[in-house]
T-cell receptor, first 114, second 111 residues
Framework: NAGVTQTPKFQVLKTGQSMTLQCAQD?????MYWYRQDPGMGLRLIYY???????DKGEVPNGYNVSRLNKREFSLRLESAAPSQTSGYFC?????????????FGSGTQLSVL | AQSVSQHNHHVILSEAASLELGCNYS??????LFWYVQYPGQHLQLLLK??????LVKGIKGFEAEFIKSKFSFNLRKPSVQWSDTAEYFC?????????FGAGTRLTVKP
């Protein structure tokens, strides 16, 4: 049982380049999330998807887009990367609150934008 | 603004010392509270959670946390830390479909 799988683990981009971070979960969870983790700021929610076909903005959505391709997959896209997007990115999934009480996290993607 | 505050940025302890990490939140109404831990090189894992009932909750590895509603606090405690507890600890609050995290506290335990 792989849980939450993220790719790639590391990525270096030049300013203005685009890329997509992939995330897949095999736990049949309805809800999926993308967080970024910055030193001294903890995790901040970028976007989330409460169920297949729906997405909503979180705390820091600017500069990002997401796609909930199906129940398993939730991708995060940077259309034009900026140095301010250098960060650790974590995908997570969960059942709706009340049915299951915790987030399952992927191992993260370290992104550097030069 | 609604937020989750962790008071300590970096805590350094010797093995067998007692630990208390502070967490305060500013959300009103009913909240669900969590502590997550991130060991070096690993992803975040749930340490413990509070939804309702006994405000003193016990988690894995000897950790516990106390929910004090009047103080909007959910502090994490461990009576005697070990070197293997070296990690970053995040307090989190669930509000609706959103999970908001504190900035994290880095714990270093000296052997």
């Amino acid at each position: 049982n792989a849980g939450v799988t993220q790719t790639p683990k590391f990525q270096v981009l030049k300013t203005g380049q685009s890329m997509t971070l992939q995330c897949a979960q095999d736990m049949n969870h309805n809800s999926m999330y993308w967080y970024r983790q910055d030193p001294g700021m903890g995790l901040r929610l970028i976007y989330y998807s409460a169920s297949e076909g729906t997405t909503d903005k979180g705390e820091v959505p600017n500069g990002y887009n997401v796609s909930r391709l199906n129940k398993r997959e939730f991708s995060l896209r940077l259309e034009s990367a900026a140095p301010s997007q250098t960060s650790g990115y974590f995908c997570a999934s969960s059942e709706p609150w009340g049915l299951n009480e915790k987030l399952f996290f992927g191992s993260g993607t370290q992104l550097s934008v030069l | 603004a609604q937020s989750v505050s962790q008071h300590n940025h970096h805590v350094i302890l010797s093995e067998a010392a007692s630990l208390e990490l502070g967490c305060n939140y500013s959300y009103g109404g009913t909240v669900n509270l969590f502590w997550y831990v991130q060991y070096p090189g690993q992803h975040l894992q749930l340490l413990l959670k509070y939804f309702s009932g006994d405000p003193l909750v016990k988690g894995i590895k000897g950790f516990e946390a106390e929910f004090i509603k009047s103080k909007f606090s959910f502090n994490l405690r461990k009576p005697s830390v070990q070197w293997s507890d070296t990690a970053e600890y995040f307090c989190a609050v669930n509000v609706g479909n959103d999970m908001r995290f504190g900035a994290g506290t880095r714990l270093t335990v000296k052997p």
